[in-house]
């Protein structure tokens, strides 16, 4: 039961300090907080910037690693899709030979990787040329075992411009010599949610640098991008 209205106390607002030596010590404060905030996205553009090209110029390599962004009624997203459309255009440019979906199959009714793989062959995408990583459950996830399951050394990454820089700190700190293409999209609200999203990714990004966990799942080596690779190019799942 609520207590009368004349009982309650009014919720205390905040005192801001009165003196001007407090406001100063507020405005440094509120100043720390902002840097340290934005130190671990500084990292990876500090990483990352000079890694970054347009398909066009992006240097040669096997791979392309595509990220996972989700699916709307079992296909992908717009943003998956874009990215998708980068790696397609990859392949048929010869900077790559194959191309790696990882992304999230964590339950059942939920697939990324074959939604990936689907909407790559639908646009001519040998299907002998697409490899499938299933627990790519997040970045860090999907870079180690990259490296760790699929024997990836060099690549060249594929997501949006906002992302793609810490796609990049995280693989190379993972040992991948990555290169990265960034997908423009028009700037709406969910560009503006995947940018503030960002910076709060960052610090994680730093974090699985420096402590580098085991992904959630790891798994025995695979030889798909071998495969992949080879001139029969064995049809993979």
């Not at 699916?71 to 030979?97: C, E, I, M, N, Q």
């Not at 939604?115 to 499938?132: C, F, K, N, Q």
Request: aromatic share 8%.
């Amino acid at each position: 039961m609520k207590p009368p209205a004349s009982a309650r106390r009014p919720f205390p607002r905040p005192r801001l300090p009165r003196t001007p030596r407090g406001r100063r010590w507020l405005v440094r404060g509120v100043m720390f907080v902002c840097v340290l905030a934005l130190l671990p996205a500084t990292w990876t553009h500090r990483v990352a910037d000079r890694h970054v090209h347009t398909a066009a110029e992006v240097p040669a390599q096997d791979i392309a690693l595509v990220f996972g962004a989700g699916l709307w009624d079992g296909r992908p997203t717009p943003y998956l899709a874009h990215r998708l459309d980068t790696a397609v255009d990859l392949f048929r440019r010869g900077k790559v030979r194959a191309i790696l979906v990882t992304g999230d199959n964590s339950r059942e009714e939920y697939d990324e990787p074959d939604a990936m793989r689907a909407y790559l062959t639908e646009r001519g995408v040998p299907d002998r040329r697409i490899v499938s990583d299933y627990a790519g459950f997040d970045s860090w996830d999907s870079c180690v075992r990259a490296k760790k399951i699929f024997g990836v050394d060099r690549a060249v990454l594929v997501s949006q411009g906002f992302h793609i820089r810490r796609a990049i700190a995280l693989c190379r700190s993972a040992g991948i010599e990555a290169y990265g293409v960034g997908v423009d999209e028009p700037f709406d609200s969910t560009w503006v949610y995947g940018g503030v999203r960002e910076l709060g990714a960052a610090g994680k990004a730093v974090l699985d640098a420096v402590v580098r966990p085991d992904p959630r799942y790891l798994g025995e080596r695979e030889r798909g991008v071998s495969e992949a690779l080879s001139p029969d190019g064995a049809r993979l799942r």
